[in-house]
Structure formats: structure tokens, C-alpha cells
């Protein structure tokens, strides 16, 4: 299995941190792009480097390589995760408007009809964002805001990003127990 990751510079780097983690983990192959914005976000929300995110992937590629494996529909993968996406991000996937690797990876991954997990960080939402997300779903892409479940009754911040990061794997079908199920027995 193969999987593009595209983290852009929106709050909640962690969810894409996180769901790189997940995959290495689990010994699947990750193409990171990372958008121009998000070193910024990541001094703020966390204490790890660029470089220490880049680690995490199988390969990485730097922003403005249009000429990557990933620019092209003949690079075989079995889909993309923007993880968290920018509305900016989102607005430059349904407009079709490419000027950077991650933005044309995701519009690689639409005209493939391969799966693309859009996981939106931004609230509240104006029309302009919903509409954007109505296109990108209409598009093909699966929308998962980063709105953790409850159920699973969460003890720490981990539980609540783990559910989010299980959410974008499951879209996948990649099997993983980062959560608990509805229905699976849960701590008292």
C-alpha cells in the first residue's frame, strides 16, 4: 500500500504528524508533501522540526517539485490524505489551481478517482468554505472534519487526535486499534 500525505500549514499539524506516525507504524509506504505555510503552525503546535516530520515518511518531496512522482497519474497510489487541510488548501483543490506539489497531488488523486480524505481545520465555517467543501465532495473526496467522537469515552488530547488519525485510516481500510469501536467494550 502506498499513501500521499499532504500537510498544510492549518492548525492541527498533529493529525498529519500523527497519521504519518500511524503509517510507519503499520509499515505503509508515505509520499510526504508538505505545504509552503506549514513550518509556522508547526513551531506553534508542537515542538518536533520539519525535518523530524520528514523522518516519519517513506519519501518526501519538497513543495514546489512539480516534476515529483506524485505530479503524475501514472504514479500508482492508493490515495491521498490532506491532513489538515487549510481552507486555502481546499479552495486550491476544488479551483483545480496547482501551484504547488501539494495541491496538484490531490488533483492527481480526483482525476484517478483514487480516494482523497480531505480533514478540514478551520471554524466556524463561512458559505465560501462550505461550498468549497461541497465541491470537493461532489468531486470525489471524502470530507472528514477533525470532529472527534465521544463515545469511545477519550481520557486524554492523544485519545481525541488518535480517533481522528483511526477516522482518515479507516477511509483507507487500513486496519489499526487506535480507538475503540461503537459497540467494542469500553473502560469503566
Same mark, same amino acid.
Not at 482523497?116 to 465555517?125: C, G, N, S
Given at each position: 500500500?502506498?499513501?500521499?500525505?499532504?500537510?498544510?500549514?492549518?492548525?492541527?499539524?498533529?493529525?498529519?504528524?500523527?497519521?504519518?506516525?500511524?503509517?510507519?507504524?503499520?509499515?505503509?509506504?508515505?509520499?510526504?508533501?508538505?505545504?509552503?505555510?506549514?513550518?509556522?503552525?508547526?513551531?506553534?503546535?508542537?515542538?518536533?522540526?520539519?525535518?523530524?516530520?520528514?523522518?516519519?515518511?517513506?519519501?518526501?518531496?519538497?513543495?514546489?517539485?512539480?516534476?515529483?512522482?506524485?505530479?503524475?497519474?501514472?504514479?500508482?497510489?492508493?490515495?491521498?490524505?490532506?491532513?489538515?487541510?487549510?481552507?486555502?488548501?481546499?479552495?486550491?483543490?476544488?479551483?483545480?489551481?496547482? *501551484?504547488?506539489?501539494?495541491?496538484?497531488?490531490?488533483?492527481?488523486?480526483?482525476?484517478?478517482?483514487? @480516494?482523497?480524505?480531505?480533514?478540514?481545520?478551520? @471554524?466556524?465555517?463561512?458559505?465560501?468554505?462550505?461550498?468549497?467543501?461541497?465541491?470537493?465532495?461532489?468531486?470525489?473526496?471524502?470530507?472528514?472534519?477533525?470532529?472527534?467522537?465521544?463515545?469511545?469515552?477519550?481520557?486524554?488530547?492523544? *485519545?481525541?487526535?488518535?480517533?481522528?488519525?483511526?477516522?482518515?485510516?479507516?477511509?483507507?481500510?487500513?486496519?489499526?486499534?487506535?480507538?475503540?469501536?461503537?459497540?467494542?467494550?469500553?473502560? *469503566?
Amino acid at each position: 500500500m502506498k499513501i500521499v500525505v499532504g500537510i498544510s500549514g492549518a492548525s492541527g499539524v498533529i493529525y498529519g504528524v500523527r497519521f504519518l506516525q500511524a503509517l510507519h507504524d503499520l509499515g505503509i509506504e508515505s509520499h510526504l508533501v508538505l505545504s509552503p505555510g506549514l513550518e509556522l503552525n508547526l513551531k506553534y503546535e508542537t515542538s518536533m522540526t520539519v525535518e523530524q516530520v520528514e523522518a516519519l515518511a517513506s519519501v518526501k518531496y519538497p513543495p514546489r517539485d512539480m516534476g515529483a512522482a506524485v505530479s503524475s497519474g501514472s504514479f500508482q497510489t492508493d490515495g491521498m490524505a490532506v491532513i489538515p487541510c487549510s481552507m486555502k488548501t481546499l479552495a486550491g483543490i476544488v479551483s483545480g489551481y496547482s *501551484d504547488n506539489l501539494l495541491l496538484r497531488a490531490a488533483d492527481v488523486t480526483l482525476k484517478e478517482r483514487r @480516494t482523497l480524505v480531505i480533514v478540514p481545520r478551520e @471554524t466556524p465555517l463561512n458559505t465560501i468554505h462550505l461550498e468549497n467543501l461541497l465541491k470537493a465532495s461532489r468531486a470525489g473526496a471524502l470530507i472528514l472534519p477533525a470532529m472527534p467522537g465521544f463515545y469511545h469515552r477519550p481520557k486524554t488530547m492523544d *485519545d481525541l487526535i488518535n480517533h481522528i488519525v483511526g477516522k482518515a485510516l479507516d477511509a483507507f481500510k487500513i486496519k489499526h486499534n487506535l480507538f475503540k469501536r461503537w459497540g467494542e467494550k469500553q473502560p *469503566d
